[in-house]
């Protein structure tokens, strides 16, 4: 990256932005944002890190309605999906890429009002009632441990309010079939108890078509409903319960293999159907005390997901003809390969207490939170992977869980029975830390934020490959003491300087399978995989200018990044895992510029800039490879490995923008209209740290959604019009090559042009 070029590109965007301000901005302000990114209600401007928050007018004039939709819009994240049925959020180039692995950790920690949500199949759920979305960037050493190397993102529901009941529901009708319900109702149950009862409902045909199935993928059919409760115990205290619930059925994503021979971009040629279920569910109770002193937090939840996919896991058509596969014959052609299926089911416990300070100690100068958190997480894993090893078209599903017998199932796969991958795991994590953190004020100007928190982990796993009549019994430990140093100086009343320290750590864990020390290769995958741990070092500007019509957050970072845990091959078939890449680095800049240009018109610019790299040296063997070598052949297969030194890291795009142009204004009538015009640019990545030229390289795309919305008179009916994606960009979301079993690619493409109409009424 040139960063001579980047910085003057900057600057010109920035005064030009600036003077525009000055010049014709009226006497409007920019709102000021609270959140609880550090467990207390504070103003986006005030924290020494970088925070996004998103309003639920931005969640609604950005028909932001899941955790995809957030990619490219927050400076620095990137959401991907991941076969067809995950969803990775890397946040600054820091992700989950042990995806394949269902016991190993995420990097990005998903909080629901505080409560942190475990399972990485909640990330699929729909946002519904939600008030605020808050997305902190990078490691969170001291507040939020669990999974946070990349950082937290938080989304906060509607409270239940005593203001007596209200409403809104919408209803929205679109192209492909859309049709989509959302309803919240306020209710006064008693003197002392408030309630709020959410529900949406989403049907959509797919946009991709299955020309050999018949089937229309990545379709959508779900229904999320939550329950809220507030319970006012008098003396400051209160009492919060909540329950969400998300179903969903549908036919499944559309994985096209890189080299389908379909033309369209949209069409496939997949031999098998695919079916994608998940229910996931948490209920959770929150206590909160007033203590004078301190405020006083406990919160509690039980989490469960179950899941269960059906896909053709080679990505192809039976009897197609092999474009290119190293190893094979000429005139080869495409065999059958399925998951039939991939089933989960992850249970949940979290409880967490913390006091945060109301009134300074040490004469006013010293704010304080301390805390605790424990988690009991537990997973039980089946995958039964088919293939035609005789080339005939069929395959017998004749131990597909739960219904098989596993004598059977491993007499037949002793007789050379057509299975791909298959394992039985159950693995459970149990998590505790406590933290605390401290913020001195030196003067009215200047302050220290310090912090320290400790974590350990402990797993345990039953793992059974290929029908094995016993376990692998794995077990492993990790803990770690990370923490943060922030100092602040505010150079006036609207502008805070910051440079922040912080160390941030993710567990280590074992794997579901693992390479065997033999004559022919030593392993690359093992039985347990190491934490992972990054340093950061950030530098921060907030500013407000031109009397509040002008924002401007800059925030300048750097990681050094020890023992990053990927998706690794084994010389070993069938035996990937999570490995660990000794050292790597990231450094970037982030910008969140807003301008009230006018009464009427803001702009809103989100650009980041990302550089990373692996900065050791580290042989990796791709799959990609391997793949054309066999049982008997690890040598030939270890003999393929790469140094992937200075190699790109997953998911790393050097530059994301998000710019959007608001107009507001009062027509005649009495109705409020809005018009938005909103241009995302996601800039180029590699899929994986292989960054193989065939299968890893994701290229760039741009989106222009434009909304225009009526609030009628009265504020009680509103009309939304949006074009999302108006150019119908078939821009690649993301890809995925899996380390078990065939060695096929398959691409997921972002949603194409959609046309929408929401209606929507408040009551």
């Known amino acids: ?90 946040i600054r180039g820091v992700g989950n890429e042990t995806n394949q692995n269902a016991i190993a950790a995420p990097s990005v920690a998903f909080h629901m009002d505080g409560i942190f949500i475990a399972s990485p199949f909640s990330l699929q759920t729909d946002f519904i009632d939600v008030d605020r979305i808050e997305v902190l960037r990078g490691p969170q050493g001291t507040l939020f441990g669990q999974n946070s190397t990349g950082g937290v993102i938080n989304v906060v529901s509607k409270k239940p309010s005593m203001e007596g009941y209200f409403g809104k529901s919408d209803i929205t009708f679109g192209n492909y079939g859309l049709t989509k319900f959302r309803s919240s109702n306020n209710f006064v149950l008693s003197d002392s108890t408030a309630a709020r009862f959410s529900i949406s409902t989403t049907d959509r045909d797919g946009f991709s078509d299955n020309l050999v199935t018949g089937q229309d993928l990545d379709d959508d059919s779900n229904i999320s409903l939550r329950a809220d409760f507030l319970i006012d115990l008098g003396d400051n205290s209160s009492l919060r319960f909540f329950g969400q619930y998300f179903d969903v059925d549908r036919n499944g994503s559309a994985m096209k293999g890189i080299d389908d021979p379909t033309p369209n971009p949209r069409d496939l040629r997949q031999d098998s159907v695919s079916n994608h279920e998940l229910t996931s569910s948490v209920f959770a109770a929150i206590y909160e005390s007033d203590l004078g002193y301190a405020n006083l937090k406990i919160m509690a939840s039980i989490q469960e997901d179950d899941i269960s996919v059906t896909r053709d896991n080679d990505r192809h058509n039976f009897g197609d003809p092999v474009l290119a596969i190293p190893g094979l014959p000429a005139g080869s052609t495409y065999q059958r390969a399925e998951f039939r299926p991939e089933t989960s089911l ?79 795991a159950y693995p459970t994590r149990e998590s505790y830390s406590v933290y605390g953190q401290t913020t001195y004020s030196f003067s009215d100007q200047s302050r220290l934020v310090s912090g320290l928190r400790y974590s350990k982990d402990e797993v345990e796993s039953c793992v059974k490959n290929f029908f094995a009549p016993v376990c692998d019994d794995l077990s492993g430990s990790s803990d770690k003491t990370t923490g943060k140093v922030a100092l602040e100086f505010d150079l006036d009343d609207d502008t805070l300087l910051y440079l922040g320290l912080t160390a941030g750590f993710k567990p280590g864990g074992t794997n579901l399978t693992y390479g065997y020390d033999n004559d022919n290769a030593p392993p690359l995958v093992f039985p347990n995989f190491e934490a992972e741990t990054v340093e950061s070092m950030e530098l921060g500007l907030k500013t407000d200018l031109y009397d509040g019509r002008a924002r401007a957050n800059i925030a300048f970072f750097s990681y050094e990044y020890e023992n990053l845990q990927f998706q690794a091959t084994d010389p070993d078939p069938y035996r990937g895992g999570v490995a660990n890449i000794p050292e790597s680095e990231m450094s970037g800049l982030e910008l969140e510029l807003t301008s009230l240009i006018s009464d009427e018109l803001t702009l809103d610019m989100n650009l980041a800039f990302l550089d990373s790299e692996v900065t050791s040296d580290y042989m990796a063997l791709d799959n990609v490879d391997a793949y054309q070598y066999f049982f008997g052949e690890e040598d030939l297969r270890y003999g393929l490995r790469k140094n992937i030194s200075g190699n790109e890291l997953a998911k790393t795009p050097e530059f994301t923008a998000d710019i959007t142009l608001t107009y507001e204004t009062m027509m005649s009538s009495g109705t409020q209209f809005t018009g938005i015009m909103q241009f995302i640019k996601r800039g180029e990545f590699q899929q994986r740290v292989n960054n193989n030229p065939i299968v890893d390289a994701i290229d760039e795309y741009d989106i222009l959604n434009f909304t225009a919305s009526f609030d009628f008179v009265g504020d009680k009916w509103g009309l939304d019009l949006m074009i999302l994606n108006a150019s119908d960009e078939d821009g690649v979301n993301s890809s995925m090559t899996d380390v078990f079993g065939v060695a096929a690619s398959g691409i997921e493409l972002i949603p194409p042009r959609q046309i929408m109409a929401r209606l929507s009424m408040n009551y």
């Open 1 to 90: 990256m040139n960063y001579n070029i980047l910085y003057k590109q900057i600057l010109l965007i920035v005064s030009f932005l600036f003077f525009w301000t000055y010049a014709f901005a009226q006497e409007n302000a920019i709102e000021e944002v609270f959140v609880t990114a550090e467990k207390r209600s504070e103003s986006v401007q005030d924290i020494s890190q970088a925070v996004t928050a998103i309003s639920s007018d931005e969640i609604e004039s950005k028909n932001i309605t899941s955790f995809v939709d957030l990619s490219a819009i927050v400076p620095g994240v990137t959401v991907a999906k991941n076969e067809g049925y995950k969803t990775v959020i890397s």
């Open 346 to 424: 992850v249970d949940t416990t979290t409880f967490e207490i913390n006091l945060v300070s109301n009134e300074p100690a040490m004469d006013g100068k010293l704010d304080w939170t301390i805390g605790a958190f424990y988690m009991d997480h537990e997973i039980e894993n089946h995958i039964r992977g088919y293939l035609d090893v005789n080339r005939d078209g069929e395959l017998q599903y004749i131990c597909s869980y739960p219904y098989a017998d596993p004598n059977n199932c491993w007499a037949s796969w002793a007789d050379g029975g057509e299975f791909d991958f298959v394992s039985d």
